[in-house]
Structure formats: structure tokens, C-alpha cells
């Protein structure tokens, strides 16, 4: 979504995943609004709940399916990391051993 900054009054572009976790957040912690931090001046900007709405109605359904990806692609990584790892016949060398001591 595009926010105009109230500091620098430069428009930016909101990542929408973020943007969605904000959603979540606003009807989870009863916020009236969300934060997003201008790609400019860094600094907090409001967006009421009201255009957050707007912007994404269907922000429930997008958010469960955001989950969703996020949960298959961590699933599809543990899968390939784990196929690395078998396909490495490389002993593995151990150059971290560091005794702590407290
Ligand atoms: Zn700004």
C-alpha cells in the first residue's frame, strides 16, 4: 500500500506483509492503527485502522494464507537443508570447540 509520510511528505511503498501483521496485531491488541516506518526518514508513521480496512478487506483470509506460505516455505527449507546434508559425504570439521567457562 502506498502511505504519504506525515514528516517528510514523501510517499512509500508499505510492504504488504508487514502490513497484513499489522492487521493482526490492531484487532489482536485492540489498536486503533498501525505503524509503518517510512522508507525516507525512518520514523513512525500512523495509518488508521479505517485505511487499513480499506485497503485490505480481506485481510483475515490474506493473512492465514501469508501464514500459510510462511509455514511451507520453512517446511520446503528444513526439507532441502536436510537433503544438503545427507547429499555432503564431507566430514564435517570441528573448528568450533570452545570451552566456555562460567
Ligand atoms: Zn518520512
Not at 502506498?2 to 511503498?13: L, T, Y
Request: proline fraction near 2%; include cysteine.
Amino acid at each position: 500500500m502506498q502511505i504519504k509520510c506525515s514528516h517528510c511528505n514523501k510517499m512509500f511503498a508499505e510492504n504488504r506483509d508487514a502490513a497484513l501483521a499489522g492487521m493482526f496485531a490492531i484487532h489482536n491488541d485492540g489498536q486503533n492503527h498501525y505503524d509503518a516506518t517510512c522508507l525516507h526518514c525512518q520514523r513512525a508513521v500512523r495509518v488508521s485502522d479505517e485505511r487499513m480496512n480499506e485497503t485490505y478487506p480481506n485481510w483475515e483470509a490474506e493473512y492465514e494464507e501469508m501464514m500459510k506460505r510462511a509455514a511451507e516455505f520453512e517446511k520446503n527449507q528444513a526439507k532441502l537443508e536436510k537433503e544438503m546434508a545427507e547429499r555432503k559425504v564431507k566430514p564435517k570439521k570441528e573448528k568450533k570447540k570452545r570451552k566456555r567457562n562460567r
